[in-house]
């Protein structure tokens, strides 16, 4: 296919979960989209949604999620616009094919799980 989707294999999709992936690399390939990322209960199977959230990093160099100001939900477009991120989950995005072959795809030599959604994320 054109675009890969990475998902973590403890993920489950909604309905109609693709779409809003593609169409922002439909109209720039260079776009790289992260879904949002709700909570099943492993114990009652209670769908609960997320807060509205963007990666982030600390000192350490290690991934966290921040939230987003509301300032930047304000618009027509609301909470459904493109949240901007500077990190990304790295088991969790959508990608041109072409533009991830074109940055290198993973770092080969990082053999542990850890710190390349950080590395990706400063190449894109």
């Not at 290690?62 to 609301?78: N, T």
């Not at 901007?84 to 094919?97: W, Y």
């Not at 074109?102 to 950080?118: A, F, H, R, T, V």
Request: with cysteine; net charge negative.
């Amino acid at each position: 296919g054109k675009v890969l989707v990475f998902l973590d294999s403890h993920c489950e999709v909604n309905e109609m979960w693709l779409q809003p992936l593609l169409t922002p690399i439909r109209e720039d390939r260079r776009t790289v989209v992260c879904p949002v990322i709700d909570i099943i209960s492993a114990d009652t199977l209670t769908y609960s949604s997320s807060p509205v959230v963007r990666g982030g990093f600390n000192w350490g160099l290690h991934f966290k999620w921040d939230l987003v100001p509301l300032s930047e939900l304000e618009g027509p477009e609301g909470a459904t616009a493109p949240i901007k991120s500077p990190t990304m989950a790295g088991g969790l995005f959508a990608m041109d094919r072409d533009y991830f072959n074109e940055l290198g795809q993973y770092d080969s030599g990082m053999d542990i799980w850890g710190g390349e959604n950080l590395e990706i994320s400063f190449r894109v």
